[in-house]
T-cell receptor, first 112, second 112 residues
Framework: GDSVTQMEGPVTLSEEAFLTINCTYT??????LFWYVQYPGEGLQLLLK?????DKGSNKGFEATYRKETTSFHLEKGSVQVSDSAVYFC???????????FGKGMKLTVNP | SQTIHQWPATLVQPVGSPLSLECTVE??????LYWYRQAAGRGLQLLFY??????ISSEVPQNLSASRPQDRQFILSSKKLLLSDSGFYLC???????????FGPGTRLTVL
């Protein structure tokens, strides 16, 4: 079945550090890929998405590129801020499927 | 734009007591609706989803049940809560061409 594997952390970084969160997936066909962010005490918010190979999703300084050859969708940010402290989830959804498949989430803490 | 309301925001219940969590949505009609649970320090677990009134699909066997009495109302229930039912319960709906999911603010349930 479909699955998503991501770094679980937790990870602690200093402000302005570079961030990479690895995400790889297994799926039949050509899924859409997503990164969600969950700030403390809140629901999940869509951070970015990519719907086909080589697409790059970007938002709030975060980027991720849909790599079909490596079945990956790694999340990157060049300079993290304290306000980026949150849990990050990678997810996929196959066309026609009624379900989103999530990774286990990674908690990021950014210290000033 | 779409809005999800979840009620109550927080709840503390004794073991063995009944449960009813409500999710109502605005700004859309006939949405696919989802219930997720997030236990402390763990990822998201899909509990139920519904593609229409009276249509419920269960993802994992448990002592919870769901109902969809109206197009924009999704209810999560239990007759007798267990300690393991504690967690953060999130309601979500499908949105957009690629069916990214939009999440509500969540209900934090503590079973004592």
């Amino acid at each position: 079945g479909d699955s998503v594997t991501q770094m679980e952390g937790p990870v602690t970084l200093s402000e302005e550090a570079f961030l990479t969160i690895n995400c790889t997936y297994t799926a039949t066909g050509y899924p859409s890929l997503f990164w969600y962010v969950q700030y403390p005490g809140e629901g999940l918010q869509l951070l970015l998405k990519a719907t086909k190979a080589d697409d790059k999703g970007s938002n709030k300084g975060f980027e991720a590129t849909y790599r079909k050859e490596t079945t990956s969708f790694h999340l990157e940010k060049g300079s993290v801020q304290v306000s980026d402290s949150a849990v990050y989830f990678c997810a996929l959804r196959r066309i026609g499927s009624e379900k989103l498949v999530f990774g286990k989430g990674m908690k990021l803490t950014v210290n000033p | 734009s779409q809005t999800i309301h979840q009620w109550p925001a927080t709840l503390v219940q004794p073991v063995g007591s009944p449960l009813s969590l409500e999710c109502t949505v605005e700004g859309t009609s006939n949405p696919n609706l989802y219930w997720y649970r997030q236990a402390a320090g763990r990822g998201l677990q899909l509990l139920f989803y519904s593609v229409g009134i009276g249509q419920i699909s269960s993802e994992v066997p448990q002592n919870l049940s769901a109902s969809r009495p109206q197009d924009r109302q999704f209810i999560l229930s239990s007759k007798k809560l267990l300690l393991s039912d504690s967690g953060f319960y999130l309601c979500a709906l499908d949105r957009g061409v690629y069916n990214e999911q939009f999440f509500g603010p969540g209900t934090r349930l503590t079973v004592l």
